[in-house]
């Protein structure tokens, strides 16, 4: 037998993706299919669960096929599974889907999860989990699927998350892992599910929908014959059930040793379509709950160590959008010019830029949830003049993802000694550069691809007994793919700590226009269908 080789199975929200790895943690393959989700004229964001498990077991069979031509089947060590966070995945008595899952985007319990946190149900919630109640949570989805559909749950035996179902059809075992049940329905001090939450939600009778809770990095189940005979992977092979998916990329971006003595409370911000910026915890007392009851808490797999999560919904979607405008105005102009061009443009032009322009980061019709939750917000320019330029623009947008980075740790206690940065914008110096002097800390880029394959494969690594622990396994896996430390450089942080003041003022000055402005759109909603 050759070196060992892990699978990792990482169902996003916008791809599926089977990445396999040595035992040094590079990756040698990789195979996606796209997801597929349905986007409902109520605000529903659903996805087809048949379809899901097609899709998975495609990517891994390409895998697999891989491994068995170069005769290093037998070599297959263990497989992992992470996927999205939140959103519910009804499956009945004989494990068949119930309906079409609901992801974590599906905006159906906006206003109920608003209830929740007006009259109370949110602080008893969140005093248990260190959440906050929010739409994307399985929580409020089951609430309001009692409330509204009734008959899905009479026909469920068991709720899931995206990565359970793909588990259970690995496995045939129903279960999910200590981080999403803790930041749902459990307490993370305990980490255990905690009657005290299905109390306070209402939601006792749907104490049976909750799959048992199964610690990856400890126990595995074997690869069933059907599925193996599927995918074209040995049965019994021992299938490790990851951590959610902003977890496993933590850890692969290397949040384990991320302090300035290599052991310390480091931090790690992901920049992708959304926005996750996270902070280590080692201990329970390091712990700062957010005045404002918003944010995650996920118990990490080496206790008593968490991690604290704020969110922004959207990041890069951001410059996406302005690149999207500029694309068009050039088209517009006679120019051919693609949205990747536009955008290495934007930056270009932004660069030297320093103008007094703010941007709210709120672009999404979901509003935001981190560190304020509010699905009215919307994204502003503030400062605009008829001397505004593009360049004047992108580098407002380009400062508010550090702004809203900042906001994030802010909620946390304050950010952390060092800051590993993953995700696709990470890839630029000059916003590497931004974040780092409105954190005023060191940023190191994480030069990994497939993080959050990679945390799950470290975690498969640990329960299978290739590594000792995950702070060993992220010194081989991790540490040799961070770049340099990249220091807050004086002038760019004096910016922006003079402009986070007005940032944070006028996020909160705009929450009446924000509400009144949907009070709008529901009004000219309802006089379009008259």
Request: hydrophobic share 45%; charged share 20%.
């Amino acid at each position: 037998m050759s070196a060992p080789l892990i699978i990792t199975l990482d169902s996003g929200t916008s791809v599926v993706k089977a990445v396999l790895f040595d035992e040094t943690g590079r990756e040698l393959r990789h195979a996606q299919r796209p997801n597929r989700p349905h986007h409902r004229p109520d605000g529903g964001v659903e996805q087809d669960m048949a379809e899901t498990w097609r899709d998975a077991v495609a990517v891994l069979g390409e895998i697999a096929a891989w491994c068995a031509a170069a005769g290093r089947l037998a070599d297959v060590a263990a497989l992992a599974v992470t996927g999205q966070g939140d959103g519910t995945w009804l499956i009945d008595a004989a494990g068949a889907p119930v309906a079409p899952a609901w992801l974590w985007l599906d905006g159906r319990a906006g206003r109920l999860a608003a209830e929740l946190r007006r009259n109370g149900t949110g602080s008893a919630v969140f005093a248990h989990t260190g959440s906050g109640l929010n739409t994307c949570q399985q929580s409020s989805q089951l609430l309001w699927i009692k409330r509204h559909a009734p008959d899905l749950l009479r026909r469920a035996a068991t709720a899931l998350h995206c990565k359970d179902w793909l588990f259970f059809n690995l496995t045939g075992v129903r279960a999910t892992d200590p981080s999403e049940a803790c930041f749902t329905f459990g307490d993370w001090r305990r980490r255990t599910y905690a009657e005290e939450v299905l109390v306070a939600l209402g939601l006792t009778a749907e104490r049976r929908l909750l799959p048992p809770i199964l610690d990856g990095v400890r126990e595995t189940r074997p690869l069933s014959t059907e599925a193996a005979r599927a995918i074209g992977l040995p049965a019994g092979l021992p299938v490790a059930l990851g951590y959610v998916d902003v977890v496993c990329t933590a850890l692969g971006a290397g949040i384990y040793g991320a302090g300035a003595d290599g052991g310390g409370a480091g931090g790690v911000s992901i920049l992708g379509s959304t926005g996750m910026h996270l902070k280590l915890a080692l201990r329970p007392e390091e712990v700062h709950l957010s005045p404002d009851e918003t944010g995650y808490v996920m118990v990490l797999p080496a206790a008593p160590a968490v991690m604290q999560a704020q969110t922004n919904m959207a990041a890069t979607l951001n410059l996406d959008w302005l690149a999207g405008l500029f694309a068009e105005a050039a088209r517009e102009a006679g120019a051919l010019l693609p949205r990747e061009g536009a955008l290495a443009h934007l930056v270009a032009l932004a660069e030297p830029v320093a103008e007094a322009l703010l941007y709210h980061p709120f672009i999404s019709p979901a509003g935001e949830r981190g560190p304020f939750n509010d699905a009215n917000a919307r994204a502003a320019f503030i400062g605009l003049d008829q001397r505004s330029s593009w360049g004047a623009l992108a580098r407002a947008v380009l400062e508010s993802l550090a702004l809203a980075a900042r906001d994030c740790f802010e909620a946390m206690g304050g950010p952390p000694e060092e800051i590993r940065l993953s995700g696709g914008a990470g890839k630029s110096p000059f916003l590497r550069r931004l974040l780092a002097a409105a954190l005023r800390r060191p940023v190191r880029l994480c030069q990994r691809g497939e993080a959050g394959a990679a945390g799950a494969a470290m975690i498969a690594a640990q329960a299978v007994g290739l590594v000792p622990d995950l702070a060993s396994a992220a010194a081989v896996w991790v540490s040799p793919l961070l770049g340099p430390a990249e220091p807050a450089l004086p002038a760019l942080a004096q910016r922006l700590d003079a402009l986070y003041p007005a940032y944070r003022r006028s996020c909160q000055a705009l929450s009446e226009t924000w509400a009144e402005l949907a009070a709008f759109r529901e009004l000219t909603k309802r006089s379009d269908h008259a």
